[in-house]
């Protein structure tokens, strides 16, 4: 009998990669999204769609009910905690048999960002939630480069307030194929696992921006900035201050070393490497073009 896989956070970038992943596989998605204008095209799509709100325990139990398992994903924010805790609850009352959540890189309760300390108290509950648990902390996505497009593409230039650091960093599809294989094998053969998940090489953005150059066939530069000039664009774009603190506190990291590592576990889980920068940049080359 198929398997009825819950997919919160059904619109972003991670759970939309992770749907594709898991196209064609032998379970049932279902999704959960906070509008019902969401819930509507993802039922176009031929996918059965719920709408709830993790802030809002109340809405939630409708989804969870006949789920086997969910993927777990909460919106960065002060509340991250909170909506972890609600999923849980919602998915332990419902009889869910397993939760696969996604965390962050060096999540901890000494994370030197605030995003990796929360995180670490919803991972801790998760671990005690007597259900079987899979954990997931990737990198830094290769698509926030996604980010930049706008301003390669008028100028050959991205800026970002990382100075010379070098990251681990991991295409999301990789991630979403790890999480699909992770959901597709045996509850129990994962039950337990913290994945920290990498591409193959540790980058620095110098050397992304040599990748971009080779993909566009034309010249683009990293332009280091500060943290103050960084702050002023988010904040221009509308950006919530906690997230630009938050984003901020990571750079600050990253800048320190923090980052600079990669992990073989992508290859273990998957059979093959992680996709390389120049994979990426072929990948998404028109994304950078004019």
């Known amino acids: 009998m198929s398997r009825t896989v819950l997919i919160t956070g059904a619109t972003g970038t991670v759970s939309t990669a992770l749907m594709n992943a898991l196209e064609g596989a ?5 999704t959960l999204v906070r509008d019902e204008s969401k819930a509507k095209g993802l039922r176009e799509q031929g996918t059965e769609a719920y709408v709830g709100d993790l802030d809002d325990p109340g809405s939630l139990p409708p989804a969870f009910e006949d789920v086997h398992d969910v993927w777990l994903l909460t919106p960065n924010g002060p509340r991250a905690p909170e909506n972890n805790m609600n999923a849980v609850w919602a998915a332990r009352q419902a009889g869910v048999e397993r939760i696969v959540r996604l965390s962050v890189v060096g999540a901890a309760h000494d994370a030197p960002n605030r995003s990796g300390r929360l995180h670490a108290l919803s991972d801790q509950e998760i671990e005690r939630s007597g ?15 996604l980010n930049e497009a706008a301003d390669i593409t008028a100028t050959g230039t991205f800026s970002l307030n990382m100075d010379s650091a070098r990251l681990g960093m991991i295409d999301v599809r990789d991630i979403a194929e790890t999480a699909a294989r992770v959901l597709l094998d045996d509850p129990d053969r994962h039950h337990g696992h913290t994945y920290t998940l990498t591409g193959p090489r540790s980058l620095t953005f110098d050397q992304v921006a040599h990748h971009l150059a080779a993909a566009l066939d034309r010249p683009v530069t990293y332009l280091p900035s500060s943290d103050d000039a960084k702050r002023k664009t988010l904040l221009g774009y509308g950006v919530p201050k906690w997230i630009v603190d938050m984003l901020e506190e990571y750079a600050q990291a990253y800048a320190s070393g923090w980052g600079d590592f990669t992990t073989d576990t992508v290859a273990d889980l998957l059979g093959r490497p992680p996709r390389d920068i120049a994979d990426f940049a072929r990948g998404h080359a028109e994304t950078f073009t004019p």
């Open 131 to 145: 259900m079987r648990w899979t954990i997931l902390r990737p990198h830094w996505f290769m698509q926030n480069l």
């Open 26 to 30: 032998d379970v049932k998605l279902r």
